[in-house]
């Protein structure tokens, strides 16, 4: 039995290590490469045995509770649901306290592909993965490659062209079951770097400081070293802000007062966590969104009620609407 195997012997199977990558057309000209993304595929076999580790991993974490509490991503009872209502709340308790707020939206660049093999294993060992535990970790992560494969039409016949196998050095698998895992534990110690200059709330590799004060002067410097000690951080472990697409939001009846950080942009309204918040903390922007977005969707449906049965319109239902 491969499973049992693995599991007892510490080691991940060889042929379970190779990725099936797709470009799939997202915008702009089909003839750039930065108009598609990539999709990976993992073997089913391994999604298998990763859900039982990954079953036996939050077990642990769970038992001793080591996971923080400002993660809402990939642990059980939470959410962005869990995640949303935390923002509001923090907004809400502070502007009755009289405070004004800034919240820095750190944005990552390609998060879970920059992460060493090395700090991810120290970081697991630091939460008692340890032995063969770890040494399985160890075999999963490293020897992996990935493929690239391409699907074209010729002349009505479908062909695939696919690349020669690739190394991978770096990062947690994309498209496995433990791969975003991995990287919540191996930011779970951020807040605690954090100190007690901000509150951060992160959902995955999505990051929001929030800091409150009365005073204007305050808050700017508190975000100032905030924003400074997650670069730290990240120059630590592995990540990469991306400034150009961080953003800041300041709320309060002075808001107007709180100073733009460098290099980070004071936005009137950006998007978190697929919903759109603006600095007076209303949905007008997010329901106008949401609001084209249905009615584009409803438009679909129509057609497609007419063209097919009711169970195909129900999927499609579930599909733009429910997604």
Same mark, same amino acid.
């Given at each position: 039995d491969i499973i049992n195997k693995s599991l007892e012997e510490g080691t991940f199977p060889l042929g379970l290590k190779i990725s099936k990558v797709y470009p799939k057309y997202k915008n702009g000209e089909t003839t750039d490469i930065s108009g598609y993304r990539p999709i990976s595929l993992v073997p089913t076999l391994?999604?298998?045995?990763?859900?039982?580790?990954?079953?036996?991993? =939050?077990?642990?974490?769970?038992t001793h509770n080591l996971l923080t509490e400002d993660q809402h991503g990939?642990?059980?009872?939470?959410?962005?649901?869990?995640? =949303?209502?935390?923002?509001?709340?923090?907004?809400?308790?502070?502007?009755?306290?009289?405070? =004004?707020v800034a919240g820095i939206l750190l944005d990552f660049s390609k998060a879970f592909d920059c992460l060493g093999h090395t700090l991810i294993l120290n970081k697991l060992e630091q939460l008692g993965i340890k032995g063969q535990a770890k040494a399985w970790f160890r075999s999963y992560?490293?020897?992996?490659?990935? @493929? @690239?494969?391409?699907?074209?039409?010729?002349?009505?016949?479908?062909?695939?062209?696919?690349?020669? #196998?690739? #190394?991978?050095n770096r990062g947690v698998?994309?498209?496995?079951?433990?791969?975003? @895992?991995?990287?919540?534990?191996?930011?779970?110690? =951020? #807040?605690?770097?954090?100190?007690?200059? /901000?509150?951060?709330?992160m959902y995955a590799d999505d990051t929001t400081l929030l800091v409150s004060d009365s005073s204007?002067?305050?808050?700017?410097i508190n975000s100032y070293i905030a924003l400074h000690m997650a670069y730290q951080y990240c120059n630590e472990n592995d990540l @990469?802000?991306?400034?150009?697409?961080?953003?800041?939001?300041?709320f309060g009846r002075r808001k107007?007062?709180?100073?733009?950080?460098?290099?980070?942009?004071?936005?009137?309204?950006?998007?978190?966590?697929?919903?759109?918040?603006?600095?007076?903390?209303?949905?007008?922007?997010?329901?106008?969104?949401?609001?084209?977005?249905?009615?584009? /969707?409803?438009?679909?449906?129509?057609?497609?009620k007419h063209i097919s049965d009711a169970v195909t319109t129900k999927i499609a239902y579930h599909t733009l609407f429910e997604s």
């Open positions: 391994s999604k298998i045995l990763e859900k039982i580790v990954l079953k036996r991993l =939050m077990d642990h974490c769970e990939f642990i059980k009872g939470r959410s962005t649901t869990s995640a =949303m209502i935390k923002l509001t709340e923090f907004i809400i308790d502070a502007l009755e306290e009289g405070n =004004m992560l490293e020897g992996r490659s990935q @493929v @690239v494969e391409i699907q074209h039409t010729h002349k009505g016949i479908t062909q695939k062209t696919r690349s020669k #196998p690739l #190394p991978i698998p994309q498209g496995s079951v433990l791969g975003p @895992v991995l990287f919540i534990l191996l930011t779970n110690d =951020m #807040p605690q770097y954090l100190g007690t200059h /901000c509150s951060p709330l204007s002067n305050n808050l700017a @990469v802000v991306n400034t150009r697409k961080t953003k800041q939001l300041a107007d007062e709180v100073p733009a950080l460098p290099d980070v942009e004071l936005e009137s309204h950006t998007k978190f966590l697929g919903i759109t918040i603006d600095n007076n903390l209303q949905w007008n922007d997010h329901i106008e969104t949401l609001s084209k977005k249905l009615n584009s /969707c409803l438009y679909v449906l129509k057609r497609i």
